[in-house]
Protein backbone atom coordinates (compact mmCIF):
# COMPACT_ATOMS: atom_id res chain seq x y z
CA UNK A 1 0.00 0.00 0.00
CA UNK A 2 1.36 3.60 -0.98
CA UNK A 3 0.19 7.36 -0.24
CA UNK A 4 1.14 9.97 -2.51
CA UNK A 5 4.29 11.39 -1.82
CA UNK A 6 2.82 14.67 0.28
CA UNK A 7 0.41 12.32 2.31
CA UNK A 8 2.27 10.36 5.18
CA UNK A 9 2.39 6.42 5.18
CA UNK A 10 2.14 4.77 8.44
CA UNK A 11 3.68 0.86 8.00
CA UNK A 12 4.72 -2.08 9.82
CA UNK A 13 8.21 -1.76 10.21
CA UNK A 14 10.37 -3.93 8.52
CA UNK A 15 13.93 -5.60 9.58
CA UNK A 16 15.80 -3.20 6.86
CA UNK A 17 14.46 -0.31 8.51
CA UNK A 18 16.51 -0.74 11.96
CA UNK A 19 19.23 1.44 11.15
CA UNK A 20 16.68 4.71 10.22
CA UNK A 21 14.89 3.91 13.40
CA UNK A 22 18.13 3.71 15.47
CA UNK A 23 19.07 6.80 14.03
CA UNK A 24 15.90 8.54 14.66
CA UNK A 25 16.28 7.63 18.06
CA UNK A 26 19.77 8.96 18.70
CA UNK A 27 18.68 12.23 17.13
CA UNK A 28 15.31 12.50 19.04
CA UNK A 29 17.19 11.78 22.47
CA UNK A 30 20.44 12.93 22.52
CA UNK A 31 19.44 15.80 24.12
CA UNK A 32 18.26 14.50 27.32
CA UNK A 33 21.48 13.10 27.89
CA UNK A 34 22.73 15.45 29.96
CA UNK A 35 19.45 15.89 32.01
CA UNK A 36 19.26 12.66 32.38
CA UNK A 37 23.40 11.22 32.87
CA UNK A 38 23.28 8.72 30.49
CA UNK A 39 21.84 7.80 27.21
CA UNK A 40 18.00 7.44 27.51
CA UNK A 41 16.37 3.92 27.20
CA UNK A 42 15.15 4.31 23.51
CA UNK A 43 18.73 5.00 22.52
CA UNK A 44 19.48 1.92 23.75
CA UNK A 45 16.73 -0.22 22.50
CA UNK A 46 16.85 -3.35 20.70
CA UNK A 47 14.65 -2.56 17.88
CA UNK A 48 15.26 -5.42 15.80
CA UNK A 49 13.35 -7.65 18.02
CA UNK A 50 10.84 -5.51 18.41
CA UNK A 51 10.11 -5.12 14.83
CA UNK A 52 10.35 -9.45 15.07
CA UNK A 53 7.90 -8.94 17.75
CA UNK A 54 5.53 -6.74 15.27
CA UNK A 55 5.32 -4.15 18.14
CA UNK A 56 6.43 -1.06 15.71
CA UNK A 57 5.08 0.84 12.75
CA UNK A 58 6.67 3.94 11.25
CA UNK A 59 5.55 6.64 9.54
CA UNK A 60 7.20 7.77 6.33
CA UNK A 61 7.00 11.04 4.64
CA UNK A 62 7.90 12.92 1.22
CA UNK A 63 8.69 9.17 1.07
CA UNK A 64 11.45 8.98 3.65
CA UNK A 65 11.25 7.29 7.22
CA UNK A 66 10.80 9.92 9.26
CA UNK A 67 9.78 8.68 12.76
CA UNK A 68 8.41 5.49 15.06
CA UNK A 69 6.01 3.63 17.15
CA UNK A 70 6.94 0.82 19.61
CA UNK A 71 3.72 -0.22 20.99
CA UNK A 72 1.62 -3.26 22.01
CA UNK A 73 -1.75 -4.46 23.74
CA UNK A 74 -1.85 -5.33 27.24
CA UNK A 75 -4.92 -6.26 29.58
CA UNK A 76 -6.38 -2.75 30.15
CA UNK A 77 -4.20 -0.04 27.93
CA UNK A 78 -2.43 -0.54 24.75
CA UNK A 79 0.98 0.55 26.02
CA UNK A 80 3.44 2.47 24.02
CA UNK A 81 6.59 1.99 24.78
CA UNK A 82 8.17 4.42 22.54
CA UNK A 83 7.44 7.41 19.95
CA UNK A 84 9.70 9.51 17.97
CA UNK A 85 10.39 11.68 15.04
CA UNK A 86 13.12 12.96 13.50
CA UNK A 87 13.65 16.94 14.90
CA UNK A 88 14.43 17.48 11.17
CA UNK A 89 10.33 17.11 10.64
CA UNK A 90 9.09 17.67 14.22
CA UNK A 91 6.00 20.07 13.94
CA UNK A 92 4.85 18.17 10.87
CA UNK A 93 1.75 16.07 12.65
CA UNK A 94 3.77 13.05 12.56
CA UNK A 95 3.98 12.12 16.27
CA UNK A 96 0.27 12.95 16.58
CA UNK A 97 -0.55 10.59 13.44
CA UNK A 98 1.53 7.66 15.14
CA UNK A 99 -0.54 8.29 18.50
CA UNK A 100 -3.97 8.44 16.34
CA UNK A 101 -2.99 5.55 14.72
CA UNK A 102 -2.38 4.07 19.29
CA UNK A 103 -5.59 5.01 19.61
CA UNK A 104 -6.93 3.09 16.52
CA UNK A 105 -5.27 0.00 17.54
CA UNK A 106 -6.20 0.49 20.85
CA UNK A 107 -9.94 0.96 19.77
CA UNK A 108 -9.86 -2.01 17.58
CA UNK A 109 -8.63 -4.17 20.00
CA UNK A 110 -11.49 -3.09 22.73
CA UNK A 111 -8.84 -1.58 24.83
CA UNK A 112 -10.07 1.30 26.70
CA UNK A 113 -6.80 3.50 27.02
CA UNK A 114 -3.26 4.19 25.96
CA UNK A 115 -0.22 3.93 28.78
CA UNK A 116 2.84 5.24 27.99
CA UNK A 117 5.72 6.50 30.07
CA UNK A 118 8.27 9.05 29.79
CA UNK A 119 11.71 9.99 32.17
CA UNK A 120 11.13 12.79 34.66
CA UNK A 121 13.84 14.85 33.03
CA UNK A 122 12.05 15.30 29.61
CA UNK A 123 9.87 17.70 30.47
CA UNK A 124 8.43 19.16 27.09
CA UNK A 125 7.02 15.26 27.08
CA UNK A 126 5.33 15.60 30.16
CA UNK A 127 3.45 19.06 28.71
CA UNK A 128 2.76 17.60 25.43
CA UNK A 129 1.43 14.36 26.91
CA UNK A 130 -0.74 16.54 29.27
CA UNK A 131 -1.79 18.83 26.58
CA UNK A 132 -3.37 15.55 25.07
CA UNK A 133 -5.10 14.78 27.65
CA UNK A 134 -3.39 12.38 29.37
CA UNK A 135 -2.86 11.71 33.18
CA UNK A 136 -0.02 10.59 35.28
CA UNK A 137 -0.50 7.90 37.07
CA UNK A 138 2.70 7.22 38.94
CA UNK A 139 6.05 7.48 39.21
CA UNK A 140 8.64 4.92 39.69
CA UNK A 141 12.34 3.62 38.93
CA UNK A 142 12.97 1.09 36.63
CA UNK A 143 16.65 0.32 34.99
CA UNK A 144 18.17 3.14 37.22
CA UNK A 145 15.47 5.62 34.98
CA UNK A 146 13.06 8.29 36.88
CA UNK A 147 10.09 7.08 34.72
CA UNK A 148 6.82 8.96 34.87
CA UNK A 149 3.66 6.78 33.84
CA UNK A 150 0.94 8.29 32.16
CA UNK A 151 -3.07 7.23 30.95
CA UNK A 152 -5.10 8.55 28.66
CA UNK A 153 -8.83 7.19 28.48
CA UNK A 154 -10.52 6.72 25.23
Keep these: MS ?4 VPLIRKALPGDVTRIRAIARAAYSKYISRIGREPAPMLADFAASIAADHVVVIESAGQLAGYL ?5 IDAYFIEDIAVDPA ?3 EGL ?8 ISEARRLNLPA ?5 N ?3 TENLSIYTH ?5 THRTVEDGY ?7 AI
Excluded at 70 to 74: A, D, F, Q, V
Excluded at 95 to 102: N, V
Excluded at 146 to 152: P, Q, W
Design 132 to 136: MGFVE
Design 95 to 102: GRRLMKRA
Design 89 to 91: QQS
Design 70 to 74: SGWPE
Design 114 to 118: LQLYT
Design 3 to 6: APPD
Design 120 to 122: VAM
Design 146 to 152: NRVYMRL
